[in-house]
């Protein structure tokens, strides 16, 4: 799906700080994709990147957004010199679409408080999260129904320390899910840049920890 002069956008976690970069294919081959050092978009400098960095890579075709997690493996000298990148298989390379994020099932805490008092508040998990919104379960006694608002206090274990959110949301959809609980999707109606980072920045570390532990595994 890569292909020679595909305009590059990669995502790095920096300490906190979540830096943005440009950059193009240089070349590719079957394991590898050959990118020109990366231009820090907010230094305007370009970067040597240490073999090991995990990134997101995101870029655009035909007016559809792609997006894939990578690693440095190495670095080369062509005409120019070169940064070796780990070639993600097309089934790793995910479609987006406009303000469309990375889903990923996992547990994480949250509380779920009423704006208007109307329930009292519970505290439950996850069953999946995205920078755009979640899904929980909810006992079947608590009123929340399509387009009812809430607040969500969230729990982001990132690898540089927790990270507590507080998140006007609203539901999407309910469902049955069982006897005594109904499973909600709901989408956050407000949140900051920052805390937007914050969430794909755990939406990363996880899909990275889980592609590391398959490799193992296939080892």
């Known amino acids: ?5 595909d305009f590059l ?26 990118i020109e050092y990366p231009v820090n978009l907010r230094t305007n400098r370009t970067s040597f990147l240490m073999i090991g960095t995990n990134m997101q890579v995101s870029f655009t075709r035909d007016d559809s957004s792609y997006l894939f997690f990578t690693e440095v493996t190495g670095r080369v000298k062509r005409e120019l010199p070169l940064l070796q990148l780990k070639r993600p298989g097309d089934d790793e390379i995910h479609r987006i679409q406009r303000r469309e994020f990375v889903r990923i099932k996992w547990p994480v805490d949250i509380a779920v408080h009423p704006i208007r008092n109307e329930f009292s508040p519970f505290c439950t998990v996850t069953d999946d999260i995205s920078a755009g919104g979640l ?5 079947a006694s608590v009123p929340l129904a399509e387009n009812d608002p809430f607040i969500s206090w969230i729990v982001l274990p990132l690898q540089s320390g927790y990270q507590y ?20 999707s709901t989408q956050f109606l407000e949140k900051t840049a920052q805390e937007e980072q914050h969430l794909m920045r755990f939406v ?11 490799t193992r595994f296939r080892v």
């Open 9 to 34: 956008t990669i995502e790095i976690q920096e300490g906190t700080r979540l830096e943005k970069f440009r950059s193009k294919v240089a070349d590719l081959d079957e394991e590898s994709l050959y």
């Open 1 to 5: 799906m890569l292909r020679i002069g």
């Open 135 to 139: 899904s929980f379960y909810a006992p």
């Open 204 to 214: 990363f570390e996880v899909q990275l920890a889980l592609r590391q532990k398959e």
């Open 165 to 184: 959110l507080k998140l006007k949301s609203a539901v999407v959809r309910t469902e049955r899910a069982r006897e005594n609980a109904n499973l909600l």
